[in-house]
């Protein structure tokens, strides 16, 4: 045993240190939990309706984009249509909202929102990417051998991670598997157009693409990419030979360290661990739309809870 702690170790360095104030931690968990029945929206339902039905064509929208929310992250948190259409009509007895809708209403209008992010945190952001994949049938791909079941396997979801706020930033989810490189890329466009102050865009082995760098360059973004073991200095890419220059000079540890690339993990690692274990990993739709949907409203609803404890 003292042999195998010795290896651990020397793989992962030195204890983790856990210098969360756990009082408030503890809080903003628990706080969490108080949005499943957040109805403060209730007092200005009228209001949101009014606006959401001005200019409006054809029929207008009996219940406002509030509700479907919070169902939303309901059916995130595996309760069916119809589980919440029996929830929600508990509601209404109780008087706690003027009016419920049916399992289909709900899944019509949780099936068309859009499912963007709020606006990242601070200045000076630095960004990890990385990939997962949500399970798409029950069995995964045992199913697909042993039986030749021919449904998609896998929802792929790569997000832009902040290290510092521990939240996404942005995310992309696809049915066919996608390059990380080019998605990430794809990702960052928008958000520099906005003008969010990023400074630095990190990941693993996934990134290291000539394309992506080439970007980075362009952008004046400081690449934290791991490159590959083996990768040479002496490509037509400029910004990717520096990089695997400096790693070569001072070795890998050293180069990590320098560039903090461990904070690819709570920026990555952490936020899918801490999706799928609060709203598992699976998705349960049976519709390409629908596996969609679902694995964004996942990624959406984990930033909706985490600031919402914070707030």
Same mark, same amino acid.
């Given at each position: ?10 793989? @992962?360095?030195? %204890? ?14 628990? %706080? ?10 209730? /007092? ?10 001005? =200019? ?8 406002? %984009?509030?509700? &479907? ?5 309901? $059916? !995130? $948190? ?6 919440? /259409? ?6 209404? +007895? ?46 995964? +791909? ?34 066919? $598997?996608?390059?990380? !490189? ?12 906005? =003008? ?14 000539? =394309? ?42 050293? @180069?990590?360290?320098? $560039? ?6 709570? !920026? ?9 274990? &609060? ?20 990624? @959406?609803?984990?930033? %909706? ?7």
């Amino acid at each position: 045993m003292t042999n195998l702690k010795k290896k651990l170790r020397k793989r @992962w360095g030195n %204890k983790f240190i856990d210098r969360r104030d756990w009082n408030v931690y503890n809080q903003q968990l628990v %706080k969490r939990g108080e949005y499943l029945l957040a109805l403060d929206f209730v /007092e200005g339902w009228n209001n949101e309706l009014a606006k959401m039905n001005a =200019g409006k064509r054809g029929a207008p929208y009996r219940f406002p %984009k509030s509700l &479907i929310e919070m169902q939303a992250v309901w $059916h !995130a $948190h595996s309760l069916p249509y119809r589980m919440i /259409e029996g929830l929600t009509t508990k509601l209404c +007895e109780l008087g706690q909202i003027p009016y419920s809708n049916n399992y289909s209403t709900v899944d019509r209008r949780v099936n068309r929102l859009c499912f963007e992010l709020a606006s990242p945190r601070g200045d000076a952001i630095v960004l990890f990417s990385d990939g997962s994949g949500l399970q798409a049938v029950s069995g995964g +791909e045992y199913l697909r051998e042993k039986y030749g079941k021919k449904n998609r396997c896998w929802v792929q979801v790569i997000i832009l991670g902040d290290p510092a706020t521990k939240e996404p930033v942005s995310f992309e989810v696809n049915l066919i $598997h996608e390059s990380e !490189a080019e998605s990430t890329e794809r990702q960052l466009v928008p958000l520099l157009k906005q =003008g969010v102050p990023i400074t630095a865009l990190g990941g693993d082995g996934g990134l290291d693409d000539k =394309g992506l760098y080439n970007f980075c360059d362009d952008q004046e973004l400081n690449p934290i990419i791991k490159p590959d073991k083996n990768a040479r200095d002496d490509t037509d890419c400029d910004l990717r030979n520096q990089v695997v220059k400096e790693r070569d000079k001072l070795g890998y540890k050293k @180069w990590a360290k320098k $560039h903090s690339y461990g904070d690819r993990w709570p !920026a990555t690692e952490g936020i899918f661990s801490a999706v799928k274990r &609060i709203f598992g990993e699976e998705v349960r739709a049976t519709s390409d739309q629908g596996m969609l949907q679902e694995a964004a409203c996942k990624m @959406w609803a984990y930033q %909706k809870l985490k600031r919402y404890g914070e707030a």
